[in-house]
């Protein structure tokens, strides 16, 4: 599809359609639902090896699921799905490929980005990075000293930092020898915190930034080069500072040896990107084999998505469930609750991999989008989140939908917390689900007098009908993780098709960077501020307060 034969989704029948059945379908409850159809549960989960995907508590019927798979060939997914895989340039502001999942293909693959076969290029950073990362799980790498590096330091932010972070804490189990850490934020504290703990002979550090262009990373790395070099000599640099990057001319200016430059193409997206040399820091914490574990599970998940019909695929209902809500019912919000404290990071990785990609009002070809996108993508790990924010779930005013993921085998040989954890997660989403009636209440407070009674049965009521997505994992081994992560992937890219986004740039962050630079300056000088009142006041306030 270009530009000239584009349609306007929400100009579509289907669209109006789609409106028009939730307006006829928005009293129904899901409690009825399951009430009606035993086997809704049976029609309504898909299975695949390791991962279960239940969306049977959600407020559709097959009628819905039926209308939202012809949006999406309206949309004209499939082709975009081609367009995707064959290396076709998708991300259009930027005249890129969207390649992520090249990365996952065996070597034996053939990928064309204009003509060329990106394949054994992927293959030969892989092999590059993953023999460099070796050395630092079985601590053979020796720093200046002659002392093995214990301690990797990733130093990068957004996609350079959430996944390959997320991921590392996720399958701590298969670490081997060296600890890895994460540092993001320019906040120097961020990055003291870690290097107190830290010896410069037995530290290695990567510099991860696709651009290589990001200040909070550059100054990062700056300060850990000078901490560094308390100790080591400007010659010693090459054994303790590596760099991921696709622009490997700054990283050289940088000072980073040209052989320590792990490279990265162009076409894969930061937050896309832990697939790729981006993920050496992962690589360093769980070596070769669980690393190619990893690309293994994701690209199980792309031949489930490229070839299951798309009322069997785990990814495209997920995205259209989430579009019925986010477009048609009006919902702001999507909860990320994985029950797994190893998870807990991945609520904020999916944050970035969706906001980032979807939170657009402009459509691919420059057109104003004139409905709801991107939705707020929020969470918190199970179960501390049902200490925390479930009430407004449960009793609050909203529609929240949400994804439950929960890993059914622990690594760790305590059942009792297992099955815990697990059976909070179930009682969460049937309690969502079913709510509780009034006539359910008054039973439980029958003993109660009259007044009394009749004043907290309505406080003790649960609405239900909170749509959730439960999907199980066999357990959190790099195989399962893979397939978590590339799922997520193209649901994000499932629903910017169907809204007409560019899922694969970011322009709004740049606004932002641009004016933290010309601020900076104007902190600690004395110059006459000319922004608006608001900024020029917090500005004043900081010189008078600012101790150097
Ligand atoms: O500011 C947003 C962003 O551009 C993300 O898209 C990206 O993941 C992050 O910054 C880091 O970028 P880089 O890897 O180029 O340092």
Redesign the pocket.
């Known amino acids: 599809m270009n530009s000239s034969s584009h349609i306007e989704i929400n100009h579509t029948p289907i669209w109006a359609q789609l409106h028009q059945h939730q307006r006829a379908t928005r009293y129904m409850h899901m409690r009825g639902l399951f009430d009606a159809d035993p086997l809704r549960f049976k029609k309504m989960h898909i299975a695949i090896d390791g991962i279960l995907l239940d969306y049977s508590k959600n407020r559709i019927t097959q009628d819905t699921i039926d209308l939202l798979t012809e949006l999406a060939q309206e949309a004209n997914l499939q082709g975009w799905m081609d367009k995707m895989r064959s290396g076709a340039i998708i991300n259009l502001s930027e005249k890129r490929a969207a390649l992520h999942i090249a990365l996952r293909q065996p070597e034996t693959a053939n990928v064309q980005v204009n003509g060329h076969n990106v394949i054994p290029d992927i293959h030969r950073e892989l092999k590059k990075a993953l023999a460099f990362a070796n050395t630092l799980y079985e601590q053979t790498h020796l720093g200046f000293s002659g002392q093995p590096i214990t301690d990797v330091v990733n130093l990068?932010?957004?996609?350079?930092d959430l996944g390959p972070q997320m991921l590392t804490q996720a399958l701590t189990p298969y670490h081997g020898k060296a600890n890895v850490h994460f540092v993001a934020n320019v906040d120097s504290t961020d990055l003291l915190e870690k290097l107190t703990q830290l010896n410069p002979q037995t530290t290695l550090f990567i510099i991860?930034?696709?651009?290589?262009?990001?200040p909070e990373?550059l100054l990062n790395a700056q300060t850990a080069r000078k901490w560094f070099l308390q100790q080591g000599q400007k010659s010693d640099i090459a054994k303790h500072f590596v760099a991921v990057s696709s622009n490997s001319n700054a990283a050289i200016e940088f000072g980073i040896d040209s052989n320590n430059i792990f490279a990265l193409f162009d076409w894969v997206?930061?937050?896309y990107s832990s697939w790729s040399t981006i993920g050496l820091s992962l690589m360093c914490a769980i070596g070769e084999q669980h690393f190619r574990a990893f690309l293994s599970g994701g690209l199980a998940m792309d031949e489930h998505f490229f070839n299951a019909p798309f009322k069997q695929n785990i990814p495209v209902l997920m995205a259209l469930i989430g579009i019925w809500y986010n477009t048609f019912y009006g919902a702001h919000s999507y909860a990320i609750i994985p029950y797994a404290h190893a998870l807990r990071r991945l609520p904020a990785h999916i944050q970035?991999l969706d906001m980032?990609s979807n939170g657009k009002q402009t459509g691919r070809y420059g057109e104003h989008l004139d409905f709801d996108t991107g939705p707020i993508i929020w969470g918190e790990e199970g179960v501390n989140c049902q200490h925390a924010f479930f009430q407004l779930l449960h009793q609050g005013s909203r529609l929240i939908p949400s994804d439950f993921i929960i890993p059914i085998n622990s690594h760790y040989q305590f059942a009792e917390h297992q099955e815990t954890l697990v059976s909070n997660a179930f009682a969460q989403t049937e309690a969502l689900m079913k709510g509780k009636t009034a006539a359910e209440v008054l039973t439980e407070l029958s003993d109660l007098p009259g007044i009394e009674r009749d004043q907290l049965m309505p406080q003790k009521c649960f609405p239900g009908n909170q749509p959730s997505n439960s999907i199980l994992i066999e357990k959190l081994t790099p195989f399962n993780m893979g397939q978590l992560l590339a799922m997520y992937e193209h649901k994000v890219f499932v629903q910017g098709i169907i809204w007409g986004i560019n899922s694969f740039d970011?322009w709004g962050?740049e606004y932002g960077?641009v004016l933290a630079k010309q601020i900076q300056p104007e902190l600690t000088t004395d110059s006459v501020l000319q922004r608006d009142s608001s900024t020029n006041g917090l500005i004043q306030y900081f010189r008078s307060h600012y101790k150097k």
């Open positions: 990068g932010i957004g996609g350079s991860a930034s696709k651009s290589f262009s990001t990373t997206g930061g937050r970035q980032e970011q962050v960077k």
